[in-house]
């Protein structure tokens, strides 16, 4: 039998950044959300865990050791922490942009962490399951259950927010071809605080906020500003805005008319950037 799991998109609706921490990483508030799409994981039973990665953007990966793998490393400390003899012949089809702020690797983590969990039949619940995320990155907590969530801390300590006002909402996100290291980006940020992310209703919290590493990460890729321009100038947009640590950009829209013309737009105008027009879920 053959299993799947998506890896859903991560963005970041809003990112504020309040202080760098003395173990290398930052205090941040973050709203998470997530698209309907993303890579996609298949299992088939073997003995051994194995990973073999395919898609439009294996070649990113190809120079890397597998056994560094984020969804091989999951698999491994689900082994370890539950005494699971099995394996399981995973695939990757890696859909999206590597190193681009939408979750990448940390999604790839949940997502097989969700994936073996019912693979192995282990207590889906546990909560060994969710430390484990925790120690993979920390965006694998929110990966983890890829819904909409306030992140607070290193983005890892997790505050339910009501998500329904923006499942289904529209979504078109574009990257213009650049990776970009999280620790890079960073650590460019000049180090100042510019204020807490709004509490409550996500939507209203999102608009009123803003991302703190878009400065940083426009140094490193100046292309960014032009994202945002085209992804600003259609009808129907409510708000355009870096996602993570970048380089990727999304904007959300009222409706899919707004969203796809955008898309169509740009499709034209810069054939060259990777786009995906899906719906937050
Ligand atoms: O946890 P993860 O491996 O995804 O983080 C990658 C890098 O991003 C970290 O090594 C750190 O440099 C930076 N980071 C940070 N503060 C955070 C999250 C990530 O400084 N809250």
């Given at each position: 039998?053959?299993?799947?799991?998506?890896?859903?998109?991560?963005?970041?609706?809003?990112?504020?950044?309040r202080?760098?921490?003395?173990?290398?990483?930052?205090?941040?508030?973050?709203?998470?959300?997530?698209?309907e799409?993303?890579?996609?994981?298949?299992?088939?039973?073997?003995?051994?865990?194995?990973?073999?990665?395919?898609?439009?953007?294996?070649?990113?990966?190809?120079?890397?050791?597998?056994?560094?793998?984020?969804?091989?490393?999951?698999?491994?400390?689900?082994?370890?922490?539950?005494?699971?003899?099995?394996?399981a012949?995973?695939?990757?089809?890696?859909?999206?942009?590597?190193?681009?702020?939408?979750?990448?690797?940390?999604?790839?983590?949940?997502?097989?962490?969700?994936?073996?969990?019912?693979?192995?039949r282990?207590?889906a619940?546990?909560?060994?399951?969710?430390?484990?995320?925790?120690?993979?990155g920390?965006?694998?907590?929110?990966?983890?259950?890829?819904?909409?969530?306030?992140?607070?801390?290193?983005?890892?300590?997790?505050?339910?927010?009501?998500?329904?006002?923006?499942t289904?909402?529209?979504?078109?996100?574009?990257?213009?071809?650049?990776?970009?290291?999280?620790?890079?980006?960073?650590?460019?940020?000049?180090?100042?605080?510019?204020g807490?992310?709004?509490?409550?209703?996500?939507?209203?919290?999102a608009r009123?906020?803003?991302?703190?590493l878009?400065?940083?990460?426009?140094?490193?890729?100046?292309?960014?500003?032009?994202?945002?321009?085209?992804?600003g100038?259609?009808?129907?947009?409510?708000?355009?805005?870096?996602?993570?640590?970048?380089?990727?950009?999304?904007?959300?829209?009222?409706?899919?008319r707004g969203?796809?013309?955008?898309?169509a737009?740009?499709?034209?105008?810069?054939p060259?950037?990777?786009?995906?027009?899906?719906?937050?879920?």
């Amino acid at each position: 039998m053959r299993d799947r799991e998506t890896a859903f998109a991560k963005i970041n609706l809003a990112l504020h950044v309040r202080r760098r921490r003395a173990d290398g990483y930052h205090d941040l508030e973050t709203l998470f959300a997530f698209a309907e799409e993303g890579d996609v994981l298949h299992a088939t039973p073997a003995d051994a865990l194995s990973l073999t990665v395919g898609g439009p953007f294996a070649a990113a990966l190809a120079g890397d050791d597998p056994a560094d793998n984020l969804v091989l490393r999951a698999g491994e400390a689900l082994r370890m922490a539950f005494g699971v003899t099995a394996g399981a012949a995973l695939t990757l089809d890696k859909r999206l942009p590597v190193a681009s702020g939408i979750g990448g690797g940390s999604a790839d983590a949940a997502a097989a962490l969700r994936l073996l969990v019912r693979v192995w039949r282990l207590p889906a619940g546990d909560p060994r399951i969710t430390a484990i995320s925790a120690t993979l990155g920390a965006d694998v907590p929110a990966c983890l259950g890829s819904v909409a969530t306030r992140g607070d801390g290193r983005g890892d300590r997790l505050v339910g927010v009501d998500a329904a006002a923006l499942t289904g909402m529209p979504l078109l996100l574009v990257n213009p071809g650049v990776a970009l290291s999280t620790a890079a980006v960073f650590a460019g940020w000049d180090g100042q605080d510019r204020g807490a992310l709004a509490v409550g209703a996500p939507w209203a919290a999102a608009r009123s906020g803003r991302n703190d590493l878009e400065p940083p990460a426009r140094v490193l890729v100046p292309g960014i500003v032009a994202v945002l321009d085209e992804l600003g100038a259609g009808e129907g947009v409510r708000l355009v805005r870096m996602s993570g640590s970048g380089a990727t950009c999304f904007a959300l829209y009222e409706d899919a008319r707004g969203r796809d013309a955008a898309a169509a737009r740009i499709a034209v105008a810069r054939p060259e950037w990777w786009r995906l027009a899906t719906r937050l879920r």
